[in-house]
């Protein structure tokens, strides 16, 4: 059995417990509400001891006649004919052992019966789910491992079909290198080829990339070079079954990628996948169980942070974990929003509360989200900054083959050549003790606040940096828009006002109210983005709204994932129509599920958040980016002199049936600015509804 059929094995074990598990719950809870009312009653030992019985039969049964199994190959029919035989066998191993033990009359053939029919279909609708939609979305997502193709054109091509007609869940490929060309830059179909053949090693090192696919034997006596050059870097190299007779020195296992036969290289260094999962699980718990820690001080920092120096409460910094992954690592905010002019006038940069979350190691907590996001792990080498990570040599580089931690050998050695060997030693010779070890040591550190950061000064100096050039972007973000503010004057008589308060206090009420009704459709909509290419459900864009302001919306996501690479996935007519009107007809860059969204404005709703923070309104002109403010000319102080919306006058009576180029667009916006008021107001508010309704003008 190869490694893609153990692992499926392992799936659909998972599922028959659980399926088996929760029909007998639900049983369970169906049968002694009934009985109840009849008299009989089954006693909490009896449930216990036939749960037993269950999980017994079923190892059984998966060993006795299970292992050849995978079904992730085989049709509905055959799925329901396997569900109904593991069921069936599972039963009657069951019901053979309470005549043998003679406790059968402790239990009702009611419920065995009831029992078995449950497990049966759930354990087929449980099968079926997870083949065509959890396995699929763990091939789009960040965990699947990403795998760069290496070798000459028809070789690389050849190898993509092979993987694409697949059923492999486990890889994603995220790149190409061809070695017979200089095609750098360009695409084979819908993957980038990043590299050629001399500046592969360098790429490669620089890149989100787990292992390498070497797909021919063009590199000749150059193969084993890079071979041994990758696995330094701690990346598997699987190789062409046609490589076979070319082994260099390193642990080889013979297995497929796809359904292409492979003899794999893998470093010494990594730790082995069992116990990385042991490790996550642990991570995982533990970042769960310390979630609350992380609320009460977030609603702390909220209220003192704010009070002191009004700003964000974290920072983000791009940082790079596992095998080059490029993530956000979520930190306090210690600094005051002034801290560059402060340090000019050598005064503290902090503010109260940060020098306190700073003097308790505590400014890092928020990490503990990366953490349950699997960015992290609470012990691991250190996560480099960008700028750090190009720095890197190969064996600091080789070390990220595994998460890295908020704590470490990092965080209290005095010699960075001792942290990178103590980190090797730590990886290859994983195991829970020292895993715990290193965590307890660093509690008692912080606790005690003696932390022993030898390396401290060099890492402080880089933070410091960091925290005041992600201040100065915050506040270059938030500057208004410069234009002229004397081409219009809004108006300020009592009846606007007026109009003022009374649409601000329906923007609250109808925001709040539609969250709390939409929430589980909302949750519904997270989960169909995500699971459709496993990216981040919500996009944020910076628009310019009332007076310049320069406001952030969200949507929900309805482009691919990489949507901003325009030419790979844009003709050159779609280009040149995007630069003009900011959108394209029949876009390739829309999914399935954003085409839906869309269509129906449901992408829109994450803007109700937008409507209760008080930067949109229910009502008003389309909040527009910067590039837009150039169209509106000198009416562009007009239109901002009221709150952009969610809905409006072009949204509802054109939607996009009017265009800038047609010069229609700007006149109904202008027309909504002139004539605003409350029943103009319910006017639109219908009319939208009926325009969503009707599809009137949708993309």
């Known amino acids: 059995m190869d490694d893609l059929r153990r692992y499926n094995h392992y799936i659909q074990s998972f599922i028959d417990v659980a399926s088996l598990i929760l029909s007998l ?62 069921v069936l066998n599972v039963t009657v191993i069951v019901i053979i052992y309470m005549f043998m033990s003679r406790i059968s009359y402790d239990y009702s053939r009611i419920f065995i019966g009831v029992f078995s029919l449950v497990s049966f279909g759930l354990n087929f609708l449980l099968r079926i789910f997870v083949k065509k939609h959890l396995l699929p979305f763990y091939k789009v997502s960040s965990s699947a491992e990403k795998i760069v193709i290496i070798g000459t054109e028809k070789a690389v091509e050849r190898i993509i079909d092979r993987i694409e ?63 041994a050059r990758f696995n330094s870097l701690g990346k598997v190299v699987h190789v062409n079954i046609n490589e076979v007779g070319l082994n260099p020195k390193a642990n080889q296992k013979v297995g497929k990628v796809g359904e292409c036969g492979v003899v794999s290289y893998y470093p010494v260094l990594r730790i082995p996948k069992r116990q990385e999962l042991i490790k996550r699980l642990m991570d995982f718990f533990a970042a769960v169980l310390f979630m609350p820690l992380l609320l009460a001080v977030l609603l702390l920092s909220l209220i003192f942070t704010n009070l002191e120096s009004r700003g964000p409460v974290m920072n983000n910094r791009i940082r790079i974990g596992k095998f080059g992954r490029r993530y956000y690592q979520h930190r306090f905010r210690v600094y005051r929003m002034d801290a560059e002019e402060r340090i000019a006038q050598k005064q503290s940069p902090y503010t109260v509360w940060g020098r306190f979350l700073r003097k308790t190691h505590l400014d890092g907590l928020p990490q503990l989200i990366d953490v349950f996001n699997g960015d992290m792990s609470f012990i691991g080498p250190r996560s480099p900054s960008l700028k750090g990570f190009l720095e890197y040599t190969p064996d ?66 880089e933070w410091k940096q960091e925290e005041l050039e992600l201040i100065r972007e915050y506040k270059e973000s938030a500057r208004p828009l410069k234009y002229d503010r004397t081409k219009y004057k809004a108006r300020e008589d009592f009846s606007y006002r007026l109009y003022l308060v009374i649409k601000r206090a329906f923007d609250i009420i109808a925001s709040l109210a539609a969250i709390i009704v939409l929430a589980i459709p909302l949750l519904i909509l997270i989960m169909l983005v995500i699971g459709d290419d496993g990216g981040a459900p919500f996009y944020g864009h910076s628009r310019i709204g009332m007076n ?35 959108k ?20 829109e709703l994450p803007q109700l958040y937008n409507i209760l923070k008080g930067d949109l309104s229910v009502v008003g002109p389309r909040p527009i980016v910067e590039k837009e403010t150039l169209i509106y000319g000198d009416d562009i102080g007009k239109l901002l002199s009221v709150k952009p919306g969610l809905t409006g006058y072009w949204q509802a009576y054109a939607r996009n049936n009017a265009t800038y180029e047609s010069g229609e667009r700007q006149q109904m916006e202008m027309y909504y600015v002139d004539h605003c008021s409350l029943l103009l107001d319910i006017k639109i508010i219908f009319k939208t509804v009926s325009s969503v309704l009707k599809r009137e003008g949708a993309m």
């Open 584 to 603: 394209v007809d029949n876009d390739p860059r829309i999914t399935k599920i954003g085409n839906f969204l869309r269509k129906t404005s449901l992408d």
């Open 25 to 86: 719950i639900l049983v369970r809870i169906v049968l002694f509400n009934i009985t109840q009312y009849t008299g009989a009653y089954y006693g909490e030992e009896s449930y216990q001891r036939l749960f037993l019985m269950v999980v017994v039969a079923y190892i059984l049964v998966n060993t006795l006649t299970m292992f050849n199994e995978d079904f992730t190959y085989v049709n509905n029919r055959t799925e329901m004919h396997a569900a109904f035989r593991m």
């Open 548 to 582: 310049g302001k320069r406001i952030r919306i969200f949507k929900f996501r309805s482009m691919r994932s990489d949507a901003g690479n325009l030419k790979k996935l844009l003709t050159p007519e779609q280009l040149k129509q995007y630069w003009t009107e900011f």
């Open 165 to 227: 007609s697949s059923d492999d869940w486990r890889i994603k490929i995220c790149g190409l290198v061809i070695t017979d060309k200089d095609r750098k830059g360009e695409f084979i179909g819908q993957y980038d080829i990043i590299s050629n053949v001399d500046d592969m090693y360098y790429d490669i090192m620089r890149s989100e990339v787990d292992s390498c696919l070497m797909a021919s034997d063009h590199l000749g006596s150059l193969f084993r070079e890079y071979v």
């Open 396 to 461: 600091q580089i080789s070390n990220l083959c595994c998460r890295p931690g908020i704590v470490g050998y990092w965080s209290c050695q005095t010699d960075i050549r001792d942290v990178t060997e103590d980190d090797r030693a730590y990886i290859e010779n994983w195991n829970i003790f020292r895993e715990c070890g290193i965590l307890l040591e660093s509690v008692v550190r912080y606790v005690t606040m003696h932390s022993t950061r030898k390396l401290y000064k060099a890492y402080l100096k």
